[in-house]
């Protein structure tokens, strides 16, 4: 992270109807991908003449509201479904079945130039890529969802970053947690020796309610997890491994565009967490980009050296 020149704050940005279900096996608060997305639409949509890139973000959670609703206090969540417009036949639209949230979410953004001019550039004109920053963040999509407001926008130098704390509180930093998966999967395999991540991941998403017997001879119900003090840990995909070759431009049929090469690809899962703030050393390594592709291998991860 030393070649950073600023940092982009996108301070509480308001996001209406973003895709609750992160992955085929996770719902609630968007994927890191959705953001990560965002981001590099906009780092091509720059305009001027300094040749800047934008690497990463840092995803800072202040409210998300699920649309989800259930009958009774124990029942299983469903997730609330809108019917689209009737079609322009008058026939009624399908109803496709999806997950929305509506949540407000602060971004910071590590933004690299490329040589000395395009640095001086920036400084010079902060005002103006500020305000086209604001008014293109707020013509285009995030996380699925339609971006209704952004309280403030500012370019903070790369020696500040620590300063964002009091402006990211209250609010909770996404962070990586692989160790707190690792250390699971180490307790699990000591009762049982075949146990994998996959079955740690699991165990997180698990409550065991177990009945003891008090002093008085009564049942009592003991509720126990493998999160109890670890913090707030969430399982969350981190990208994708391909199970196909990779087609060229053009090859595959019926894409969405044929731009770009295609190729078919499964979601891959680890173990975030949910951190204050002021529970954290330094802001640095708190920002997820996308790794180098490797074998097919496209993995969202975070700079933690």
Known sequence: MNDIDFYLLL????IH???????????????????????????????????????????TSHQCRVK??????YSDYTLNQSRNPIRKTG??????????????????VPITCDDYDDEEWLDEHKALFIQWVKETVSCQRMAGGSVTAIEAVELIPSESIDNLKPRLAPGFILMDARQELAAITQELQKQQPDATTLDALLEVATLHHQ???DQEGETQWRTTSVRRGRGWLV???????????????????????????TQFVEALYSLGKWVFPY???????????WGQEDNGLYLIEQNTN
Not at 27 to 40: N, T
Not at 237 to 261: H, K, L, W
Request: proline share 10%; hydrophobic share 40%.
């Open 11 to 14: 301070d509480r940005i308001d």
């Open 235 to 261: 399982p969350m995909p981190v990208g994708y491994q391909a199970i196909s070759p990779r087609f060229e431009p053009g090859v595959m049929a019926n894409c969405r565009t044929d731009q770009y090469p």
């Open 68 to 73: 989800r609703y259930r009958s009774a206090p």
């Open 91 to 108: 026939q009624t639209a399908s109803i496709i079945e999806e997950g929305k949230t509506d949540l407000c979410v602060s971004l910071a």
């Open 17 to 59: 109807n973003a895709n609750a279900v992160s992955s085929p096996l996770t719902y609630g608060f968007p994927a890191v991908s959705g953001f990560l997305g965002a981001i590099h639409a906009l780092e091509r949509k720059l305009p001027f003449e300094a040749r800047l890139s934008f690497g990463g973000a840092l995803i």
């Open 211 to 213: 009945p003891e017997k």
């Open 279 to 289: 529970s954290l050393s330094s802001l640095e390594p708190c920002f997820w980009q």
